[in-house]
């Protein structure tokens, strides 16, 4: 792995500690939600650890709670109805595209932390089922907001598709035909041409859903890929620090595949995201980092 740099979190933690002040000013009590987005490898993992270990501590000192989107995986079971019921869509025959997350578990832990009470945090295992992944038993996840523990003031909540928005379908169309033309003419390197048109309307409509956390959330932090193909070198990165630390991880190839099968949604939802998630100007901060994973332009949205 290269050497990480840390030119994020003050960026972050300024944008952060502006916006909860400016919410505080509303006389709100209740605590400040802010997603983060990031591809994979992009550097969110250490980002989100350094902001909740920072903002927990003095000077800010503000109780910090982390929710992956990942945690909020539907359990194996489920995840393999979804797979069977659409067994053509290669998309959906393993987890992480729109559709496989259980929303409905995570506007119960957003209301429960909205209103200050005690939280169970959604825990999932990656590594159950031979790597398909389950969720962990619900008395092994951790808890916040418990009787004499300080009440959560911060909410972190990440992942790879916080803040994406489902396209109009005609837009939806555009970008697929678009996808398909360059796949055509020989120099696209896009995975988006190569997925059928319902294949990636299912996943669309499924993102739909996701509007009802992604509303409730007072900011979001973007890291931005300069070019979304950064990702592929990145997680190859990973696991190729993986296989030295551990002895096992996925080989080139597979990295290469497990991403593929993500790539379309960042073809689809990437603009929209950089527009900006909120009417509201000035809400969202956008890094846009290169190869490297060192910011190169940071903006307000």
């Known amino acids: 792995m290269p050497e990480i740099v840390d030119d994020k979190s003050e960026p972050c933690i300024s944008f952060i500690i502006e916006r909860l ?6 006389s709100e009590e209740v605590p400040f939600f802010v997603g983060i987005n990031g591809a994979q490898g992009s550097g969110k993992t250490t980002l989100v650890s350094t ?3 920072r903002l927990s501590q003095p000077p800010y000192s503000l109780p910090t709670t ?4 990942d945690d909020l995986y539907l359990p194996h079971r489920a995840l393999s109805e979804v797979a069977a019921s659409h067994s053509d869509n290669p998309l959906v025959q393993h987890r992480g595209q729109p559709g496989t997350h259980d929303i409905a578990l995570g506007l119960s832990v957003f209301s429960k932390l909205w209103g200050g009470r005690e939280t169970r945090i959604p825990n999932y295992d990656k590594s159950a089922h031979s790597g398909q992944g389950d969720r962990v038993s619900a008395e092994k996840w951790d808890t ?10 911060v909410v972190i909540f990440e992942g790879w598709c916080v803040g994406f ?3 109009p379908r005609e837009e939806l169309q555009r970008k697929w035909q678009d996808a ?3 796949r055509d003419s020989g120099t696209y390197q896009g995975r988006l041409g190569w997925i059928k048109l319902e294949d990636v309307e299912f996943v669309n409509e499924n993102l739909r859903g996701y509007d009802e956390l992604t509303n409730q959330l007072d900011a979001v932090i973007h890291l931005d890929a300069e070019n979304p193909m950064f ?3 990145w997680r190859i990165e990973q696991e190729v620090h993986l296989r030295k630390l551990k002895g096992s991880g996925m080989t080139d190839e597979q990295v290469v595949d497990f ?3 993500y790539y379309p949604a960042y073809e689809l939802f990437t603009d929209g995201l950089r527009a900006g998630v909120f009417g509201d100007e000035g809400k969202q901060l956008r890094l846009i980092i290169g190869k490297d994973r060192k910011v190169k332009e940071i903006l307000r949205v």
Request: with cysteine; charged share 20%.
């Open 144 to 153: 916040v907001n418990g009787n004499g523990s300080a009440k959560t003031k």
């Open 259 to 261: 991403v593929n099968g």
């Open 51 to 53: 902001l909740a270990a």
């Open 165 to 167: 928005r489902a396209l």
């Open 180 to 182: 398909c033309k360059k």
């Open 231 to 233: 990702v592929y070198q």
């Open 66 to 69: 982390v929710l992956s989107i």
């Open 21 to 26: 002040q400016n919410k505080c000013s509303r």
